[in-house]
């Protein structure tokens, strides 16, 4: 700049203030920093009379916009954060089974009912050559009729009361047996004696007046449902189906030994279809066999036993 007077020397040109640069240069690496240089920055311009005052605003101005988007950006990610964790929680808690439930069995169901030529026609009770463990008279051969088709019982036992609805339709003289077993007082008194918990087999066995898993009538009876739904020579009889909770089946050691013993099964079990299915246990009475399972096995070790605590069968009621 040329000094208006000749001869006199021009001043010399204002310097930049060194904080707008900083404010300026710290926007892009540190924010926060920038902003505060930017403060600084204008406020000794204000009193010096130094340049710098646009690189000083440019600095704010640049230091605001990055501090608002880095808040943004950890607003919105930690709304990602919380989004995704509630769906893996959902995801989780639809697809995990509480851990006091047992694995579900899996397998083929059991067959649908197709009712035999022969049905109830003619019911057999041969005698064993082992005696009947407690006196009882057997069941009346011949012809049964299948009306009704649901007949209720009940099986009082120290547990509390198991209700039952044998089912008549498709397994008629394995219902004459049980109910005429029931009236006699063959169960009265008795223990059951065997208690399964293993994931694929959870049932109450019961109906064995020794309670030693080997008493019985005094004599044994075909199979009926579901072992009737195959031929003999069919492999599938010797695969296992899943028996579904509330099921009543008899107990047996093969095909047509059946007498006294029965399962009662509070949840799906795996079991070939050698089994006859008779009856269903009702809501109550799941939840007494639930209390029993629940005490496991006597001992405290294993999944299949006698059970920790007592079930004793008071009494059976039919009708």
């Given at each position: 700049m040329?000094s208006?007077?000749?001869g ?12 707008a ?16 240089f ?13 340049q ?8 704010l101005?640049?230091?605001y916009l ?14 990602m ?10 995801f989780?808690n ?12 899996t ?34 051969t011949?012809?049964?009729s ?12 120290n ?5 039952l ?10 219902v004459?047996?049980f ?11 008795t ?18 007046p020794?309670a ?10 075909p ?7 195959y031929?003999?020579?069919?492999p ?10 509330g099921?009543l089946?008899?107990?047996?050691s ?17 079991l ?31 999944d299949?036993g ?12 039919v009708?």
């Amino acid at each position: 700049m040329q000094s208006p007077y000749p001869g006199t020397p021009a001043p010399p040109p204002r310097p930049t203030n060194s904080l707008a640069i900083a404010s300026l240069v710290c926007a892009f690496v540190l924010a926060p920093l920038g902003v505060v240089f930017g403060h600084m920055s204008l406020s000794q311009i204000k009193r010096t009379g130094e340049q710098g005052r646009g690189l000083a605003i440019a600095g704010l101005i640049v230091g605001y916009l990055v501090m608002v988007a880095a808040i943004v950006v950890v607003v919105v990610g930690v709304v990602m954060v919380v989004f995704l964790a509630q769906s893996l929680e959902e995801f989780d808690n639809a697809h995990r089974r509480p851990t006091n439930e047992p694995t579900p069995s899996t397998g083929d169901p059991l067959p649908a009912f197709d009712p035999p030529a022969t049905l109830g026609s003619n019911c057999q009770y041969p005698t064993t050559t082992e005696p009947a463990d407690k006196p009882v008279q057997t069941p009346q051969t011949g012809r049964t009729s299948t009306t009704p088709p649901s007949i209720p019982a009940t099986i009082v036992t120290n547990r509390g009361d198991i209700g039952l609805e044998l089912d008549n339709a498709k397994s008629p003289c394995t219902v004459r047996n049980f109910t005429n077993l029931a009236r006699q007082g063959f169960f009265d008194d008795t223990r059951c004696h065997r208690l399964s918990v293993d994931p694929g087999l959870r049932l109450l066995q019961c109906g064995d007046p020794t309670a030693t898993g080997t008493g019985g009538p005094g004599y044994r009876f075909p199979n009926e449902y579901p072992s009737n739904q195959y031929r003999l020579t069919d492999p599938a009889l010797k695969s296992d189906v899943v028996y579904p909770r509330g099921t009543l089946a008899m107990a047996n050691s093969g095909l047509g030994t059946n007498g006294s013993q029965f399962f009662l099964i509070f949840d799906d079990s795996m079991l070939p279809p050698q089994y006859t299915v008779f009856g269903k246990i009702g809501t109550k009475g799941l939840a007494v066999l639930e209390n029993i399972a629940s005490a496991g096995v006597k001992g405290g070790s294993g999944d299949d036993g006698e059970p920790a605590v007592e079930v004793t069968i008071e009494s059976v009621a039919v009708g």
